[in-house]
């Protein structure tokens, strides 16, 4: 999954995310999301996860990164460090993100395995 080429202060880059594929399974540390520069490719900046990325958008000064455990991580586009960290829930209930999309100037739109769309408000606080 990608959020398509996009231009900031450090240049054109796509943000993406993949798994390390390994016999064994899923190991620890083994999904990342990496910024590379366009067109050469360049590796930027790698962060890694343990568990499985479901969705990704950016913009040019944070990336949004929604994980099968229902957690929705910001990071900063131009060094890949962790921002802010929540775990999404409805009703008191958590949910798993399978799709999300940034929208205007502070709004995110998540899709859940349940069929819901959450409207968010999102500001990245200090990590």
Not at 57 to 81: C, H, K, P, Q, W
Request: aromatic share 6%; glycine share 12%; proline share 3%.
């Amino acid at each position: 999954m990608t959020s398509g080429v996009a231009e900031d202060q450090a240049g054109p880059a796509l943000v993406h995310t993949g798994r390390v594929h390994d016999g064994a399974g899923l190991q620890t540390g083994g999904v990342y999301i990496i910024r590379r520069a366009y067109p050469s490719g360049a590796a930027r900046w790698v962060f890694t996860a343990d568990q499985e990325a479901t969705a990704l958008d950016a913009d040019t000064e944070f990336g949004y990164v929604a994980f099968n455990t229902g957690e929705l991580v910001i990071l900063r586009t131009d060094s890949g460090e962790e921002q802010h960290r929540v775990a999404l829930h409805v009703d008191g209930h958590r949910v798993v993100p399978l799709s999300l999309a940034r929208y205007g100037r502070d709004r995110l739109a998540v899709g859940t395995l349940d069929g819901r769309v959450l409207d968010l408000t999102v500001t990245a606080a200090p990590a």
